[in-house]
Structure formats: C-alpha cells, structure tokens
C-alpha cells in the first residue's frame, strides 16, 4: 500500500475534484416584479454550485395550510441545498435536492399542514461544476440555457406547460355565462391537483420523491462538446424568448454576456410593460432572475 496523502487529514481525500480548474466565472441579478417589494425567486452560490429558485406565487384568496410564504420557503430551500451539497459533495443532484426538501419539512413547525395541495413550493435550476464536468438539474419551468460552441441548446422541464395548456382547454370549454373570476379560480385549484402527481407536473415543495423526477444531465468541459457558458433563468427572465421572442436562445446568451444579467432583466422590464395584453398569466410582471455561468 503507498503512503497516504498529507495534503488531507485521514478520511477528508474529496470523493471527487470539486471546483478545480477550469474556473467558473459567475454573474447574476434578481429583481422582484416592478411594485412588488418581496422577491420570490432567489439566486445563490454555494462554491462550485449555482442555482435559480422560483418561488410559487399564491394568488389572491388561496389558502395555502401553511404560516410560511414563498420568499421564506425558497430562502429555507437554498440553504438546505447548499448544506447536502456540502455534506456529501459526491451525491447526485437528485439526491441532495431530495435531502433539502426533507429537511424543510423539518424546518416548517406544527401549524402547517404539509399535504395541503397550495402548500408552498418552489422551481429548481441547479449547476455544479466538478472538475473536468459539470452536473445540472432542472425542476418545473426555470430553464437552463447551454453553449457548447457549436451548438445552443436548452434544457427545460415542460411538464407544468403541459398541465397549464390542458386546463386553459377546460376553461375554453366552459359555458359563456361562467365569470372570469369562477374560470381563474378552476384553474388554479387544478394546477394544484396536478402538483407532484403522475401525468401531472412536479416542483420542490414538501415531498423529497419530487427530486427524483428532475431533468439532470452532465456535460464535459474539456475536449469535444465542452461548455462554454451556460444561464439559470426563472420564467420571469426565459419569457424573453418564450413569451416575447425577443431573440432566440443563442441571442439571450449574446445579450446577457454583453449587457449582464441586469441587461437581460431591463429588456424583458420593457417588453412587459409594452406588450402586456400577450401575457397569458394572472400576473402582468413577474419576479426575474439570471445567473450566467461563464468557463476558461
């Protein structure tokens, strides 16, 4: 047997080369939706991870069987995250997530009901680099935007889409004599049904199996295919190209390496305020966030 490492104390050798060369520069912004002074989203960085979380708006007259609300749920969430990534650096994505929905639970104290369908919830976009690779998750609609030099391409979790687009068919199918609020408030009362169901859509909320239906993935940062850059984004950033078409992918890339994370949030300001009446949601703005993942 060769003679044991001194660089670490006996046990401590990491599992795997966390944060090593190439470095990752990071640039971010978040801005809650214009007149809102609490932000729902949150952006952090612990070490080699980033991430985006979307807090889950509760719409006005919507119990949730919580006293928490969504800033307080994300809050609790990224820090969660950041411990289960430390604790166990060599764990998936999926089982670190699903360890930091357990331990809010823990967080959360005996008045709130956790199998409430409105109970607070949250999106998910995670990126970790680790040596030679990086590792990502996404959960429910915060897309993750990658540039490998050849190619732009976007991971997203469209399983929330999906379930809003069937019951906007449901709605439609209404009587004319049912009112707006009576339509609104059917659609709200099934997306929360869907929530965290087969065939329906899933979130970080109170059930760590939510982790585990996450879109992950890994990609190299040497060699062929090798990243580049890459942007975390809360649908109230990505609407810039879903919602807005202001350019397509590769375009937000350009504008947010050029102009910053705070760029890309200003120009979607603008598109919100000038084309309001194409928005197909309760909300006319929306909290934004942008991390943008830069490699050397």
Same mark, same amino acid.
């Given at each position: /047997?060769?003679?044991?490492?001194?660089? %670490?104390?006996?046990?401590?050798?990491?599992a795997r080369?966390?944060?090593?060369?190439? /470095? /990752?520069?990071?640039?971010?912004?978040?801005?809650?939706?214009?007149?809102?002074?609490?932000?729902?989203? &949150?952006?952090?960085?612990?070490?080699?991870? =980033?991430g985006?979380?979307?807090?889950a708006t509760?719409?006005?007259?919507?119990?949730t069987g919580?006293?928490?609300?969504?800033?307080? %749920?994300?809050?609790?969430?990224?820090?969660?995250?950041? &411990?289960? =990534?430390?604790? !166990?650096?060599? #764990?998936?994505?999926?089982?670190?997530?699903?360890?930091?929905?357990?331990?809010?639970?823990?967080?959360?104290?005996?008045?709130? +009901?956790? +199998?409430?369908?409105?109970?607070?919830?949250?999106?998910?976009?995670? @990126?970790?680099? $680790? $040596?030679?690779q990086?590792?990502?998750?996404?959960?429910?609609?915060?897309?993750?935007?990658?540039?490998?030099?050849?190619q732009?391409?976007?991971?997203?979790?469209?399983?929330?889409?999906?379930?809003v687009?069937?019951?906007?068919?449901?709605?439609?199918?209404?009587?004319?004599?049912?009112?707006?609020?009576?339509?609104?408030?059917?659609?709200?009362?099934?997306? !929360?049904?869907? /929530?965290?169901?087969?065939?329906? %859509?899933?979130?970080?909320?109170?059930?760590?199996?939510?982790?585990?239906?996450?879109?992950? $993935?890994?990609?190299?940062?040497?060699? #062929?295919?090798?990243?580049?850059?890459?942007?975390?984004?809360?649908?109230?950033?990505?609407?810039?190209?879903?919602?807005?078409?202001?350019?397509d992918?590769?375009? @937000? @890339?350009e504008?947010?390496a050029?102009?910053?994370?705070? $760029?890309l949030i200003?120009?979607? !300001?603008?598109?919100?305020?000038?084309?309001?009446?194409?928005?197909?949601?309760?909300?006319?703005? +929306? +909290?934004a966030?942008?991390?943008?993942?830069?490699? !050397?």
């Amino acid at each position: /047997m060769g003679a044991p490492d001194r660089r %670490y104390p006996t046990g401590s050798v990491p599992a795997r080369p966390v944060g090593t060369a190439p /470095m /990752m520069r990071v640039r971010s912004a978040s801005d809650p939706a214009p007149g809102r002074l609490e932000n729902e989203d &949150l952006v952090f960085r612990f070490g080699p991870l =980033v991430g985006v979380l979307d807090g889950a708006t509760v719409p006005e007259g919507f119990e949730t069987g919580c006293v928490h609300g969504p800033s307080w %749920y994300v809050r609790h969430l990224a820090a969660r995250i950041g &411990l289960a =990534v430390a604790a !166990r650096p060599a #764990a998936t994505l999926m089982s670190s997530l699903a360890a930091a929905i357990l331990a809010v639970r823990a967080d959360h104290c005996d008045a709130c +009901d956790l +199998d409430h369908p409105g109970t607070p919830s949250s999106t998910v976009c995670l @990126l970790r680099e $680790g $040596g030679d690779q990086v590792d990502y998750l996404v959960l429910c609609d915060s897309p993750l935007v990658l540039d490998t030099g050849d190619q732009v391409s976007v991971v997203s979790d469209d399983r929330l889409d999906a379930a809003v687009a069937e019951l906007r068919r449901a709605a439609d199918a209404l009587p004319d004599d049912v009112d707006p609020l009576t339509r609104f408030r059917r659609a709200v009362t099934g997306q !929360r049904a869907r /929530m965290n169901r087969t065939h329906g %859509y899933w979130a970080a909320a109170s059930d760590p199996d939510a982790a585990y239906h996450a879109v992950t $993935g890994t990609l190299p940062l040497r060699g #062929a295919g090798a990243l580049r850059r890459a942007a975390l984004l809360s649908d109230g950033a990505s609407c810039a190209v879903e919602q807005f078409g202001l350019f397509d992918w590769a375009g @937000l @890339l350009e504008v947010t390496a050029v102009e910053g994370p705070e $760029g890309l949030i200003s120009r979607v !300001r603008v598109a919100e305020r000038d084309h309001a009446d194409r928005l197909r949601r309760h909300k006319r703005t +929306d +909290d934004a966030s942008v991390v943008l993942c830069e490699f !050397r």
